[in-house]
C-alpha cells in the first residue's frame, strides 16, 4: 500500500539507502528499550548517510527534501526504530522551518547549514517544568540577561529529547529588557551547559529526553538568532508533521508483526493458520483501513502544505493530522495485540513495546484537546462570518 505514496526517484534511492540499516537498526531497538538507552549507533548510521542534512535546502548543501519526502523516510524509520525516528524528527524538522521560513540573519543561516551538512543534531529546547508544553502559551522560567555585550542565560529544560547527541540547543529565554521570549543558539560545549539524566518513563525510553541545565552560560549577542515578533510568527509549521509520521511507522511495525504471526500460527485444533479465522480476518482488515485512512490524512497534508498555492490555505490540517494519525495508530496497535493473543504481552514480543511507545504520541504537541477546541472555534467563526455577509 505504501508503494503509491513513492513518488520520486529519489526517494526510492534513499527509502533503499534505508533499508541497509534495517537489521542493525531494528536489532538495537529491543536493547535501546529495555536499558533505557539512546541509540547512539543507529545515529552514527544515519550520520554516515547524511540524513540529518536530508531537509536542508540544496542551495546550502543539503538534500532538499520536501514535507511529503521527511515523512515517507521518517515512517519508515519508525518501523525499524521509533526512538532513532522521532529522536532524529525533530532535527529534520527544525532544520526544515528554519530554512523554509527563513528564521534567522543570512550569515547565521549560512553558518548553521556549514553545521548541518557535517551531521550537526539540533532541537528546541523549550519545555519546562512549571510551564509545561510551550502550545499553551506558559512563560519560561529560563532568563536572559544583557550583560557587556553577552547574554546570561540560567534555567532548567525538561523533554530535551536526543539530549545526548545534541550538539545546539535552541533555547526559549524570557528576555526582562525586550518583555518577551528570544530564542537562542547553544553549542553543547558552552560553559555553564550540563544534561541532567532524569528520563525514567515507560513509552519512548530510548529518547533520553533528559533535562538541560543552563547555569550562567555565556553567549554572543548573535547567539539570540529568534524573537516573537519575527515575519514568520504565526504561521503554520508543516515540519511537525514527522511526529505522527513516526506513530504511522509504529502502526505500520505492529501491522506487520500481527500478520506475519497470523499467516504461521497454527494452534493443533485448527487445520490452517488463524489467519483463515473470521474473527482474525476482521481484526485485520480493519488494521488495512486504518492504516490506509491515516496515510491519505498525512501524506495529503503533506502534499498541500508543500504546495505554495494550496498552503496559505490550510488551517488546522496540520494537527488534524497528528491528531487523526497518533490515535489511529494506537488502535493499530490494539488490535494487532488482539491477534496476537496473551503471547504480545511477553517481554519478548515487539508489540508490547509499541503498545507502550504508541501510546506517547497523545503527549507531543499539539495536544487532542487543543485541536478539538481550534476545530470548534474556526467553525463558529467561519459561521459569524457567513451571517455577516447575509446580513
Sequence with gaps: MKEIF?????????????????VK?????????????????????????????I?????????????????????????????????????????????EQKLWT??????????????????????????????????PGTNAIRSNNEWLINGRKIFTTASPVLDYFLTSAWIEEKQQVGFFLIHKDTAGVSIEETWDVMSMRGTSSHDL???????????????PNHPSGGKINGWLLHIPA????????????????????QPNSLNAPISSLPNVQNLLGEIELKLQQSR????????????????????????????????????????????VGAKSLQNANPLQRYYRNVRAGLHNPPMDDMTITKLALTAIEEQKKKNSIVN
Excluded at 543570512?106 to 543534531?121: R, S
Design 246 to 265: 513516526t506513530y504511522l511507522g509504529i502502526a505500520q511495525a505492529a501491522r506487520d508483526y500481527a500478520v506475519h504471526f497470523a499467516n504461521h500460527h
Design 296 to 339: 491519505f490524512v498525512l501524506y495529503g497534508t503533506a502534499e498541500a502544505y508543500d504546495d505554495p498555492k494550496r498552503r496559505d490555505s490550510l488551517s488546522n490540517e496540520i494537527a488534524v493530522a497528528k491528531h487523526t494519525v497518533t490515535n489511529t495508530a494506537i488502535d493499530i496497535v490494539d488490535k494487532a495485540m488482539r491477534v
Design 6 to 22: 513513492i513518488k520520486t526517484e529519489l526517494q526510492r534511492q534513499w527509502l533503499d539507502k534505508l533499508a541497509l540499516l534495517k
Design 25 to 53: 537498526i531494528t536489532e538495537g531497538a529491543a536493547i535501546v528499550d529495555e536499558l533505557s538507552i539512546f541509540p547512539k549507533e543507529s545515529f552514527s548510521l544515519l550520520r554516515e548517510i547524511g540524513y540529518p542534512a
Design 106 to 139: 543570512d550569515d547565521k543561516l549560512n553558518f548553521f547549514a556549514n553545521e548541518v551538512q557535517n551531521g550537526a543534531i539540533v532541537n528546541r529546547s523549550v519545555s519546562e517544568a512549571r510551564t509545561g508544553s510551550p502550545t499553551r502559551g506558559g512563560r
Design 55 to 99: 531537509t536542508l535546502p540544496t542551495e546550502f548543501g543539503g538534500g532538499g527534501f520536501s514535507v511529503y519526502d521527511m515523512v515517507l523516510l521518517q515512517e519508515t524509520l519508525a518501523s525499524y526504530d521509533e526512538n532513532t525516528s522521532l529522536s532524529m524528527g525533530w532535527t529534520l524538522g527544525v532544520v526544515g522551518e528554519l530554512y
Design 213 to 227: 541545565i543552563l547555569q550562567n552560560v555565556k553567549v554572543s549577542d548573535s547567539d539570540l538568532v529568534e524573537l
